[in-house]
């Protein structure tokens, strides 16, 4: 699987000559932003699984920014983000409004009573602006629950992703391990 990945993700020195990235080839040019162990990936894991919740079209900047800020894998970091996109994003807002809505209580915070989650409401022949707008009166509609929740739920899926690649991690060397006694 490494192997297959490393043939894939480009060298430190493409990056220094694209002249796109050159003002960053000092940041992006540090070592454990292309390694592949287990705490470079389980942190890129977690930096996709947390900017993939940034709202709009800065998923990807957001998880570049930190996976360089934290010096974890940066490729892992953005292909995670891909996790919320058109299909996922409501049922996962809808999770997070919800998660809002039941620590609201905890935190001391006061909710508007009988408010409730529902679907944004996007006519058929809306075009791209129409669609953002929409989008964007939905989202504010949600209000707080929502502003507490999307922060909470990211953090909640950083940590269990980055669980959860550890110990895949681990599994997979132990079982590894294993096999190779058996064989000797």
């Known amino acids: 699987m490494k192997k297959l990945i490393r043939k894939y993700l480009p060298d430190t020195e493409s990056l ?3 002249r796109w990235l050159a003002p960053f080839a000092s940041s992006l040019g540090h ?6 162990n287990r705490h470079s990936c ?6 996709g699984l947390f900017a993939g919740l940034i709202p709009g079209p800065l998923q990807m900047l957001g998880a570049a920014l930190l996976a360089v800020l934290l010096r974890v894998n940066l490729p892992l970091a953005m292909v995670v983000t891909f996790y919320s996109n ?4 409501v049922p996962l807002y ?10 609201m209580p905890l935190l001391g915070m006061t909710m508007v009573p009988g408010a409730t989650f529902r679907p944004p409401r996007i006519p058929e022949d809306a075009g791209f602006g129409d669609w953002i707008s929409a989008l964007t009166d939905w989202f504010v509609a949600l209000g ?3 502003l507490v929740g999307l922060p909470l739920l990211a953090l909640t899926l950083a ?3 980055y669980v959860t ?3 895949a991690w681990r599994w997979h060397l132990v079982r590894s391990w294993r096999s190779r006694a058996a064989r000797h």
């Open 42 to 47: 389980a942190g890129g894991v977690a930096v």
């Open 86 to 89: 058109p299909l996922t994003i």
């Open 31 to 36: 070592p454990r932003l292309w390694h592949l």
């Open 159 to 161: 940590a269990i992703g």
């Open 94 to 103: 809808a999770v997070a409004w919800a998660y809002g809505r039941a620590v």
């Open 165 to 167: 690649v550890l110990g």
């Open 16 to 18: 220094r000559r694209n």
């Open 144 to 146: 707080e629950p929502l």
